[in-house]
C-alpha cells in the first residue's frame, strides 16, 4: 500500500471518527489529508524509500480563528490515535509543529512550503517560488474539506499565470540550450569530459522544467524529476530518451538525442502558440517566448533571472 492510500485509510479508520465525534462543531470546517516533501505525497514510495519518514499520519488543517481555539485540543486527541496502523508505526506525531503530520494552521503550513499563506498576489512573486515547492504545496491529497479553503489554496496555486509560465519557459529554454545544444559538444571536442557530463546534466534539468511547465505542471524535487517526467502525455518520451543519456553521456549518439529532444519541444511551443521562430536552436525561441509576455516588468527581465 503507497503512502497517500495507508494515510488515507488511516484518517477513515480513525481520525474522521475522533473529528465527528470529538468536536463536531469543528468538523464542518477543518480540513484533513498529506501534501509537501517526501517520496510518499507524490506516490513515489517503495522499499527502499520507506526507511525513515513513512508513516500514516495525516494533516489536519485550520483556519487562523479556529487553530487558535482549538490546535491544543484537537493535537491532544490526534496524538491519542493508534501508533500502529496495517503494521505501520506512527512514526513522528507530535503536538508540537517539529511533527511531520499533525495540526497546522492553513496559512502558515502553505507559507512554510512556498513562502506564501496563499497562492502568490503578483507575477514577480509567484517567479520567486521555485517549481518545486509549488510541486510540493500541490500533492498529496485532500482527504476531507469541510469549509473548502486548503482545496482553493491548492487550486490557486496550480494556476500558474500564464506570464510567469512563459517567463519560467524562457529560462529553462536558454539553459537547455546552452547546456546541451552548445556546450555539451564543444566540451567534448575540447576533450573535457567531465564538462560535457556537467552540461548534459544541466540541459536535462532544465529540459524536465520547460517540460512540466508545457504540461502545465510542476517539475518536483531533482531525485524524482524523471520518475515523473516519464509519464508525462507532452514530452514525456523525450524525458525518458534525455535520462537513458545520462546513463552513457559520453556516447556518439547522444548528441543526437539533445538535439531531437530539442526539436520535439520546438514542435510543442509552436502548438501551444508560445513561437513559431524558424531554427532548431532553443535559444531564439526563448525570446520569442518572451516577447509573448504582457506584463512590462516580466517581459523586460533578463532572460536568465
Not at 480563528?65 to 503494521?87: C, H, I, M, V, W
Not at 517539529?98 to 495540526?103: E, L, M, P, S
Not at 556518439?252 to 531554427?279: C, R
Request: hydrophobic share 40%.
Amino acid at each position: 500500500m503507497q503512502g497517500i492510500e495507508l494515510s488515507y485509510a488511516y484518517y477513515k479508520t480513525y481520525g474522521e471518527p475522533m473529528l465527528q465525534s470529538e468536536f463536531p462543531a469543528l468538523y464542518p470546517r477543518v480540513a484533513a489529508g498529506v501534501c509537501g516533501p517526501g517520496s510518499e505525497n507524490f506516490g513515489f514510495d517503495d522499499d527502499v524509500s520507506r526507511d525513515h519518514d513513512f508513516d500514516p499520519g495525516f494533516f489536519l488543517w485550520l483556519t487562523p480563528e479556529d487553530y487558535k481555539k482549538y490546535e491544543f485540543s484537537l493535537s491532544r486527541a490526534y496524538d491519542r490515535l493508534p501508533e500502529t496502523f496495517e503494521g505501520v508505526p506512527t512514526v513522528g506525531k507530535s503536538v508540537y509543529e517539529t511533527a511531520r503530520h499533525g495540526v497546522r494552521e492553513i496559512g502558515a503550513f502553505f507559507a512554510g512550503l512556498t513562502g506564501f499563506a496563499a497562492a502568490p498576489q503578483t507575477n514577480l512573486q509567484w517567479l520567486s517560488v521555485p517549481d518545486h515547492l509549488l510541486a510540493a504545496a500541490v500533492n498529496g491529497k485532500v482527504f476531507y474539506d469541510g469549509a473548502g479553503r486548503v482545496t482553493e489554496i491548492r487550486n490557486a496555486l496550480a494556476a500558474m499565470p500564464e506570464d510567469v509560465r512563459r517567463k519560467k519557459l524562457a529560462k529553462y529554454a536558454v539553459f537547455a540550450a546552452q547546456a546541451g545544444q552548445y556546450n555539451y559538444a564543444r566540451a567534448l571536442a575540447h576533450g573535457e569530459r567531465g564538462a560535457a557530463v556537467l552540461a548534459l546534466s544541466r540541459f536535462a534539468e532544465n529540459y524536465a522544467g520547460a517540460a512540466f511547465l508545457l504540461n502545465r505542471k510542476y517539475a518536483p524535487f531533482y531525485k524524482w524529476v524523471f520518475k515523473a517526467g516519464r509519464s508525462l502525455p507532452v514530452l514525456g518520451d523525450q524525458i525518458a530518451a534525455v535520462e537513458a543519456a545520462l546513463g552513457d553521456p559520453l556516447h556518439e549518439k547522444t548528441a543526437s538525442v539533445v538535439e531531437t529532444a530539442a526539436a520535439k519541444m520546438i514542435e510543442v511551443f509552436k502548438i501551444q502558440g508560445l513561437s513559431d521562430y524558424p531554427s532548431e536552436f532553443l535559444e531564439p525561441h526563448a525570446y520569442e517566448i518572451l516577447r509573448g509576455i504582457q506584463d512590462p516588468e516580466l517581459r523586460n527581465m533578463h532572460v536568465m533571472e
